[in-house]
């Protein structure tokens, strides 16, 4: 795996994260129904952290949980996961709360579609808003993302990877090269 660009450090996700966490708060004015779901892994990673954040801006903690969208993908059928399937953590009812689903990168938008129908199983949510580190562009459904800490504009020959220092050992987002 060649890295071609690291185009995001720690310093720089931990202040795209500050402003998404302002942002989530000036647009639903109230903490009060907040829940945070991540799509893990790493969406469970930043949603933990977010959760930290508004935690130290309004003083209140927002629960976070973790969705695995394994069994929920459009072609489960024809995909065999890298890692096997992990625990959905959702320690809250769903119904009627104010989800934030937390994502690391949107692309095409099939694994924020497959996490949109695995909280629907839980529940009836007031609504869901979408929050991701990195908007990369090439959208195959109607899906964007209301918060979004950068976006980066990438050929279709590229892959944005990001990781976070609670699995990778450092924080950061780095472009690479696919193999042909």
């Known amino acids: 795996m060649q890295i071609k660009a690291e185009v995001m450090d720690s ?3 931990d202040r795209a ?17 907040l ?9 469970e990673v930043l949603a933990e952290r977010l959760s930290h954040k508004i935690q ?3 003083g209140i903690v927002i ?25 959905t953590h959702l320690p809250f009812d769903v ?17 924020v579609r497959a996490a949109i129908d695995g909280i629907i199983d839980f529940g009836r ?8 580190l990195v908007d990369r562009g090439h959208r195959e459904f109607p899906i ?8 980066i504009p990438t050929s279709l020959k590229e892959e944005v990877l990001v990781h976070v220092a609670e699995k990778d050992g450092q924080d950061a987002v780095v472009i690479i090269e696919k193999k042909e």
């Open 56 to 58: 130290s801006i309004e």
């Open 35 to 43: 829940v945070l779901i991540g799509i893990k892994s790493r969406g």
């Open 95 to 111: 119904n009627d709360k104010k989800v934030i689903l937390v994502d690391d990168v949107l692309y095409t938008g099939r694994s």
């Open 125 to 132: 949510p007031m609504f869901i808003q979408l929050a991701v």
């Open 11 to 13: 310093v720089d996700i």
């Open 144 to 151: 964007h993302a209301d918060y979004v800490g950068k976006n």
């Open 63 to 87: 629960p976070s949980g973790a969705l695995d969208i394994t069994f929920y993908r459009d072609d489960v059928n024809q995909y065999t996961p890298a890692h096997p399937p992990q625990d």
């Open 17 to 33: 994260l500050t402003r998404i966490a302002h942002e989530i708060l000036e647009r639903n004015k109230s903490v009060h129904a």
